[in-house]
């Protein structure tokens, strides 16, 4: 599994439901990395999405222990255990975890590799994203050419579980 996500200075990912940044640049990336690939998030991300409905072209699966949780076009995992029987024979690679902070926190250490968007910017957060730079057995690997867009300053970085 890989994860996905745009993060501020302080690695604060939402606020109030809501994203902290627009940036089309971070979207347009986030779309051309999860084309076609299987994509895991938690029921209150699929919620802030677009009509709370799922992204198209990918397999959804939502993560939620409501026992009676219904969207058309989504796959449902109640546990981790459930998400391993839904997964098991998909390429691991193929498999993205798109957030929020509950299911980044629960997964990030299954995961092989992250894929952050770091923006130079910090903004009042009340959700956030597991500090890679910090967390032992976690790397950064590359950063890519600084961007600016609507005033803020970002990179895309790519972090590597090193154990
Ligand atoms: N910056 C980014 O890249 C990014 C990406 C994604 C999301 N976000 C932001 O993150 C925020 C949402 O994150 P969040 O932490 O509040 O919610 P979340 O992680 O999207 O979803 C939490 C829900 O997941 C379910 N869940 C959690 N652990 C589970 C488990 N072990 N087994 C089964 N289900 C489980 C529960 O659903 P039930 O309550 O239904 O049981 C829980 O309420 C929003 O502000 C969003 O905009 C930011």
Redesign the pocket.
Known sequence: MRA????DMAW??????????DLPGDLAY?ARMTRGKTLV????????LPGGRPLKDRTNI?????PG?SVPGVLV????E??EGLTASIPPDDVMV?????????LIDRCDAAYI?RVYATSPA??F?PNLDKRPGWQIARCGREQEENGLRYAFCEYERIE
Do not use: H, N, P, W
């Open positions: 996905i996500a745009c993060v604060g990912i939402g606020l109030k439901g809501q994203m902290l940044f986030f998030m938690g029921r209150k991300t699929l919620e802030s939502i993560l939620t222990r409501d949780f995992a109640r546990s981790v459930e998400l798109i957030g929020g902070q509950d299911i980044y926190t629960l968007t009340d959700r994203f």
